[in-house]
């Protein structure tokens, strides 16, 4: 099993930035690290993730040319860092891993067997 610590969120202008982290420990392998959001009153939804190499990113369209997931295995760590953030943007973001083998599904919850606990980014307007 994986554990996940997200950090780095907080409250920020609409057209600002942040980084939020994940670090990782425990089993700390995994194929694919991903990260979701969730909205108050709506479902978690995909943002972006990315491969053990860094070679194959994905992203959800919402975010693509915003948002950036960049991962430090030496430290166990993913970051996605977020520009030109919008009022709906605003929501908790989850750090979940994926221990298994195989690409299929990367952007469905159902993929990732271990999550963290969310990381609150707060956008005004």
């Known amino acids: 099993q994986v554990q996940l610590v997200e950090s780095g969120g907080g409250l920020v202008q609409a057209g600002g930035s942040l980084r939020l982290s994940c670090a990782a420990s425990?089993?700390?392998?995994?194929?694919?690290r991903g990260w979701f959001r969730q909205a108050p009153g709506k479902e978690r939804d995909f943002v972006a993730a990315?491969?053990?190499?860094?070679?194959?990113?994905v992203y959800a369209d919402s975010v693509k040319g915003r948002f950036t997931i960049s991962r430090d295995n030496a430290k166990n760590t993913v970051y996605l860092q977020m520009n030109s953030l919008k009022p709906e943007d605003t929501a908790v973001y989850y750090c979940?891993?994926?221990?298994?083998?195989?690409?299929?599904?990367?952007?469905?919850?159902?993929?990732?067997?271990?999550w963290g606990q969310g990381t609150q980014v707060t956008v005004s307007s």
């Open positions: 979940a891993a994926h221990t298994g083998i195989g690409d299929y599904g990367v952007g469905e919850r159902t993929f990732y067997d271990s």
């Open positions: 425990g089993r700390t392998f995994s194929m694919w």
């Open positions: 990315i491969r053990w190499s860094g070679s194959s990113t």
